[in-house]
């Protein structure tokens, strides 16, 4: 018999970035698990794509573009997902963004600006209006809920070239703690996913530079580069009732990279 808790049936989960990479790997279990799942993301021929992959699952999905750097489209969309869903039980922020540069000081302040309007306004408002929706629901006698936030190793380690983008990150693992300190009370959950060397759209460059396959993967003790699919029991857990006692935490998915 299968642990039950894991079971998504009657759940609602919505991914930002989820028409793609990490996103759309944790929509897809999501929506194997049973939930049903909302895909926002900026380009509607990959959110119709990804609509069209999860749909041998069963469940509903449903699309919207939406691009979390618009405070607007942010309210907005959640308010159109809980109407056409009638509920959000978990929030994973991934849409982000990633620039580097040849050095800090060569760094653009449009590039930062660009980096922080993503990667940190995108989540504090995806991450705010979701939290809003699960206590008002809470108010009403239906407690829980889940806010996950998609970090990165670059918050934790020394990202040279990449200080905007790691000080996004990091700011996200803090945004995240604050959130599980305030809504345990109402049996929301609040966790940050901190990926590694991943294979996705963002790290294309890196995949195709024979250096970065001779010098970094073989530092992975997994001795490859990640998948999308490997955050899909990450993302399972953490929407399910398996985690009830699980909040605050920071969760590494990076084949023991940053323990070499």
């Not at 759309?24 to 900026?42: E, F, P």
């Not at 991934?94 to 620039?99: D, H, K, L, Q, V």
């Not at 609040?190 to 396959?213: E, H, K, R, S, Y």
């Amino acid at each position: 018999m299968a642990y039950k808790p894991f079971d998504l049936t009657g759940k609602v989960a919505l991914v930002t970035g989820g028409n793609g990479g990490i996103g759309l790997g944790m929509a897809d279990a999501l929506a194997a698990s049973g939930a049903d799942v909302a895909i926002w993301g900026t380009n509607e021929e990959k959110n119709a794509k990804a609509a069209e992959a999860l749909k041998a699952h069963g469940t509903k999905t449903i699309t919207r573009r939406v691009d979390v750097s618009n405070e607007q489209e942010v309210v907005d969309g959640v308010l159109a997902t809980v109407k056409e869903l009638g509920r959000i039980d978990n929030v994973v922020a991934n849409a982000g963004i990633g620039f580097g540069s040849p050095s800090f000081v060569d760094m653009s302040t449009d590039i930062y600006r660009k980096t922080l309007a993503v990667n940190l306004d995108g989540v504090f408002w995806t991450l705010r209006e979701s939290a809003r929706h699960m206590v008002e629901r809470a108010k009403d006698g239906d407690k829980g809920g889940s806010l996950v936030g998609i970090a990165s190793l670059a918050a934790i380690e020394g990202a040279a070239r990449n200080q905007a983008y790691a000080a996004t990150k990091g700011a996200v693992i803090s945004m995240i703690r604050a959130c599980a300190s305030e809504y345990g009370r109402y049996n929301i959950r609040a966790n940050a996913i901190l990926p590694g060397w991943i294979a996705t759209d963002m790290t294309a460059n890196a995949q195709a530079a024979p250096a970065f396959a001779e010098k970094v993967i073989p530092r992975v003790p997994i001795r490859r580069w990640g998948e999308p699919a490997d955050f899909g029991g990450m993302a399972v857990f953490l929407a399910s009732d398996a985690s009830s006692y699980t909040t605050g935490t920071t969760m590494i998915i990076d084949g023991g990279y940053s323990i070499f």
